[in-house]
């Protein structure tokens, strides 16, 4: 090593500098969370177009080098969207907990591996502490197990690889499978099922989408029509899985009919609690997952409803033995043997490098208990239903459906107005503009809605109002255009 490269890297690593950055960026955040919740700061979403924005950071990157990060961090915290301000509506992220940020910051600093316990020795025992909280909730026994892994996606893809090796004809493992696999799933279900068994190569005809009903959770009663179908057609169906909820419009599906179906053909049933298997720590709405104690496998994501920053997903097996059945390898030089020894996670993970990811969790327990997710699911889910009795009593607005959740889709229906596909988006692309709040849109049945998560627990009536008034004065402006 050179004299400069010392020199440059006893600089990265200085404790006094990082203390003294670290300072400053906790009050740069402080006064972030103080301006979007004071609503002092007006913009949710500050809109830039990718290509300007590419070149916007091209240009901060070939700037020169700075001493002091804190500028650069304003920087970023002024371009990105403001999940902390009471009207951020948009996507299913967690409007984070700021103990659980700071759980956040020590899990980088401290950068355990987790594949195996020597690398987490701490955070391995609190995601197994995490686990049992979870699946205590979920009404399994003793018996159930689980991990934390990155994200919904991969927690969905794991559960499936593990319904296939338990219940796949063949050892698919060790020699692959000659028989036509496939998975029932309903039509609504995130789109990361699909992909899951895709990547599993159960190709087009492996996935049967059952349609849904008017409130867009499956249509059950199709079940054992649509199973002899594919029987006939020489497809062995190995899983279904049940969306608790669904992603566009919050709904549930009926997880008791799901489970009777799956008991009777001895086909594994996951459950894909991603945004809404928080509820489980909900008295109040814990009755919408009803039937989620029959799961082989809950997926659940702690940074979605729960607050968490990403990724923090948790899969929970309702018999020990199938969370091992995913992965059947060998690694030498991280465990001797093929064990089924709960402390070394690679086993049962995809990752092996995984982030500290039950740290951030275990925080809020510490700090709160677990009513903390109790408060927040009833607070965002109440929020949900008064927002939909204020949209129906105006006149000009349609819900989508009587939301189950936090997740509300409606739309603008005005009598001359020809495309009202066209002018929905339009108000939505009004609002983006403005940059007052921040909401999504989804097609249901080729009809455009607003999509509003109400993910922040600080959001009030009042924001609600404000925005349906906003909406209805930019509806009446741009009626011209669309009649
Ligand atoms: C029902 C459902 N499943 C899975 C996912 C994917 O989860 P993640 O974004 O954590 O990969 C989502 C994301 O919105 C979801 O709503």
């Not at 890297?9 to 404790?15: E, N, T």
């Amino acid at each position: 090593m050179t004299q400069s490269n010392t020199t440059l890297l006893q600089k990265v690593y200085d404790p006094g500098s990082f203390r003294q950055q670290g300072h400053a960026l906790i009050d740069q955040l402080a006064d972030y969370l103080e301006s979007v919740q004071s609503q002092s700061d007006e913009v949710v979403f500050p809109q830039h177009g990718p290509e300007d924005h590419y070149r916007f950071w091209q240009n901060e990157l070939n700037g020169p080098l700075s001493e002091n990060p804190a500028s650069f961090f304003e920087t970023v915290i002024q371009h990105s969207v403001k999940t902390h301000h009471p009207r951020y509506m948009g996507h299913q992220v967690a409007v984070t907990a700021p103990a659980a940020a700071l759980a956040g910051l020590l899990s980088n600093v401290l950068n355990q591996g987790m594949a195996l316990y020597e690398m987490g020795m701490s955070s391995t025992p609190m995601e197994r502490l995490v686990i049992e909280l979870l699946a205590k909730k979920i009404g399994y026994d003793t018996s159930s197990s689980g991990i934390l892994t990155s994200g919904g996606t991969l927690a969905n893809l794991t559960a499936l690889l593990a319904a296939r090796a338990c219940k796949a004809p063949s050892n698919v493992w060790s020699e692959g499978h000659q028989e036509r696999l496939a998975i029932m799933v309903s039509e609504e279900a995130h789109y990361c099922v699909d992909r899951a068994a895709r990547i599993m190569g159960l190709g087009n005809a492996g996935i049967i989408k059952l349609p849904t009903d008017a409130q867009y959770k499956m249509r059950c009663e199709l079940l054992e029509e649509s199973l002899a179908k594919a029987q006939r057609e020489g497809l062995y169906v190995f899983a279904i899985i049940g969306s608790a909820c669904s992603t566009s419009t919050g709904s549930h599906d009926d997880l008791e009919a799901i489970a009777d179906f799956a008991e009777r053909h001895n086909i594994w049933f996951h459950a894909d609690g991603a945004h809404g298997g928080g509820a489980v720590f909900s008295t109040k709405y814990q009755s919408l997952l009803k039937g989620i104690d029959r799961a082989d496998s809950v997926v659940v994501d702690f940074h979605k409803v729960l607050m968490v920053p990403a990724l923090a997903t948790a899969l929970v097996f309702k018999r020990e033995q199938d969370s091992f059945s995913t992965f059947q390898q060998r690694a030498q030089y991280l465990w001797n043997s093929a064990e089924a020894d709960w402390y070394n996670l690679g086993k049962r993970t995809f990752e092996c490098t995984k982030y500290m990811m039950s740290l951030k969790i275990f925080t809020l327990l510490k700090l709160y208990g677990e009513e903390v997710f109790t408060a927040v699911v009833d607070q965002v889910y109440d929020l949900g239903q008064k927002f939909a009795k204020m949209i129906a009593k105006r006149p000009n607005f349609e819900l989508a459906m009587e939301p189950e959740c936090n997740i509300v889709c409606f739309r603008i229906v005005k009598n001359g107005v020809s495309d009202l596909n066209a002018y929905n988006q339009a108000l939505r692309e009004r609002i983006l503009e403005k940059g007052h709040f921040y909401i999504v849109q989804t097609t249901l049945r080729d009809k455009l809605y607003l999509r509003t998560s109400l993910m922040n627990p600080l959001t009030t009536e009042q924001d609600l109002t404000i925005l349906l008034d906003e909406l209805e004065s930019l509806a009446n402006r741009l009626l011209f255009k669309f009649s």
